[in-house]
């Protein structure tokens, strides 16, 4: 009889996945598929590594699925967000990868019980302004709707999970946990180097921007994988920042963080106004060259985030996860955390 489950991480190479690993003690059996070639250091020694491109050949792909009983699976794939592709070749490789990921969907074994799909907010449209934006908001109707090719794939990635959860036999439970901003363990992570680049000059902007410390997006995955097998869980919950603060904070907010975890004393700050000048300056040169240089388009959609409001209502998690709230660390502590490790 066995004795434990199995998860299958799909793209259990992130910074997210790295977050987790580090965090806890795994007591099932892992196997994760990732794009690198070889297993990477910081995997656990008693996890299984696959190294799978999912944009490769699709009858390829199956060779990969050997594992003859999975419980559970964890999907975390996206396209890079900073990329030399513009957004027309950034969407024929997420199309690509879409199809990758049903291939192994579909060649997965009918005892699975449970998906958890790390989302994003970028799957109700990451620019135009969200403020306290909650579940029901979400007036998406489908990923057709949103033109952006990063945007597009999470929105279709929660489309195709949810579609083989509800049409396998039996129906699986499925859960989208959509996260924004989150600073990871990883030393490439997006977030933080953008802060490290703003550490000595950069704005303290004021405009609301959730963002979470990875380990915190981590603890609430190991709650989910935790609860008891009868608990029902909802189809998406948005926890993007922690639930200590009790109104949403400003970008500036977690820069200032930064600062105070590296010791910076010594820094100079931009005013709002040259920031928002320099964003609309660089859209405009993007509308113009984006098509033809490389990285423009996929920069210029990181920053215009930076121009509108972006919290949201986390009241779904914190109903149905109340213990996260005492097992989360702040955003100080996660960045003393990084200094410690990195």
Same mark, same amino acid.
């Given at each position: 009889?066995?004795?434990?489950?199995?998860?299958?991480?799909?793209?259990?190479?992130?910074?997210?996945? $790295?977050?987790?690993?580090? %965090?806890? #003690?795994?007591?099932?059996?892992?196997?994760?598929?990732?794009?690198?070639?070889?297993?990477?250091?910081?995997?656990?020694?008693?996890?299984?590594?696959?190294?799978?491109?999912?944009?490769?050949?699709?009858?390829?792909?199956?060779?990969?699925?050997?594992?003859?009983?999975?419980? *559970?699976?964890?999907?975390?794939?996206? @396209? @890079?967000?900073?990329?030399?592709?513009?957004?027309?070749?950034?969407?024929?490789?997420? +199309? %690509?990868?879409?199809?990758?990921?049903?291939?192994?969907? /579909? &060649?997965?074994? &009918? =005892?699975?019980? +449970?998906?958890?799909?790390?989302?994003?907010? %970028?799957?109700?449209?990451?620019?135009?302004?969200? #403020?306290?934006?909650?579940?029901?908001?979400?007036?998406?109707?489908? #990923? +057709?709707?949103?033109?952006?090719?990063?945007?597009?794939?999470?929105?279709?990635?929660?489309? *195709?999970?949810?579609?083989?959860?509800?049409s396998s036999n039996p129906p699986k439970s499925y859960t989208h946990l959509r996260f924004g901003a989150i600073f990871t363990d990883a030393p490439a992570c997006i977030q933080c =180097?953008?802060?490290?680049? +703003?550490?000595?000059?950069?704005?303290?902007?004021? !405009?609301?921007?959730?963002?979470?410390?990875?380990r915190n997006a981590a603890t609430l995955l190991n709650l989910i994988l935790s609860s008891p097998h009868d608990k029902v869980l909802q189809p998406i919950y948005f926890y993007c920042?922690?639930?200590?603060? #009790?109104?949403?904070?400003?970008?500036?907010?977690?820069? =200032?963080?930064?600062?105070? %975890?590296? /010791?910076? *004393?010594?820094?100079?700050?931009? @005013?709002?106004?040259?920031?928002?000048?320099?964003?609309?300056?660089?859209?405009?040169?993007?509308?113009?060259?984006?098509?033809?240089? @490389?990285?423009?388009?996929? !920069?210029?959609?990181?920053?215009?985030?930076?121009?509108?409001?972006?919290?949201?209502?986390?009241?779904?998690? =914190?109903?149905?996860?109340?213990?996260?709230?005492?097992?989360?660390?702040?955003?100080? $502590?996660?960045?003393?955390?990084?200094?410690?490790?990195?």
């Amino acid at each position: 009889m066995k004795s434990k489950e199995t998860i299958l991480w799909i793209g259990g190479t992130s910074g997210f996945a $790295q977050s987790y690993f580090q %965090a806890f #003690s795994l007591t099932e059996e892992w196997v994760v598929v990732g794009i690198e070639k070889k297993k990477p250091a910081w995997l656990p020694g008693n996890v299984t590594f696959l190294s799978c491109d999912l944009t490769e050949n699709s009858q390829e792909l199956t060779k990969y699925m050997k594992v003859d009983h999975i419980d *559970r699976v964890i999907v975390s794939i996206r @396209p @890079p967000l900073v990329t030399y592709r513009t957004n027309q070749q950034s969407w024929k490789y997420a +199309q %690509a990868m879409l199809h990758g990921l049903t291939v192994l969907l /579909n &060649s997965l074994p &009918s =005892q699975v019980r +449970q998906i958890v799909h790390i989302s994003s907010i %970028a799957a109700v449209d990451h620019h135009p302004r969200q #403020s306290m934006f909650s579940e029901k908001d979400d007036t998406v109707s489908s #990923s +057709q709707e949103l033109s952006n090719p990063y945007d597009r794939f999470k929105r279709a990635c929660e489309e *195709r999970i949810s579609h083989w959860a509800t049409s396998s036999n039996p129906p699986k439970s499925y859960t989208h946990l959509r996260f924004g901003a989150i600073f990871t363990d990883a030393p490439a992570c997006i977030q933080c =180097q953008s802060l490290a680049m +703003q550490a000595r000059l950069g704005p303290l902007l004021a !405009i609301p921007i959730d963002c979470n410390s990875g380990r915190n997006a981590a603890t609430l995955l190991n709650l989910i994988l935790s609860s008891p097998h009868d608990k029902v869980l909802q189809p998406i919950y948005f926890y993007c920042r922690p639930l200590r603060f #009790s109104r949403p904070a400003s970008y500036g907010t977690f820069l =200032q963080a930064y600062r105070e %975890a590296y /010791n910076m *004393r010594y820094y100079l700050t931009v @005013p709002d106004r040259w920031v928002r000048l320099f964003v609309l300056g660089f859209h405009a040169l993007t509308r113009w060259l984006g098509s033809w240089v @490389p990285f423009l388009e996929s !920069i210029d959609y990181l920053l215009i985030v930076t121009l509108n409001e972006h919290s949201f209502d986390q009241t779904l998690v =914190q109903k149905d996860f109340p213990e996260l709230i005492s097992r989360e660390e702040t955003i100080l $502590q996660c960045f003393e955390r990084r200094r410690r490790i990195q």
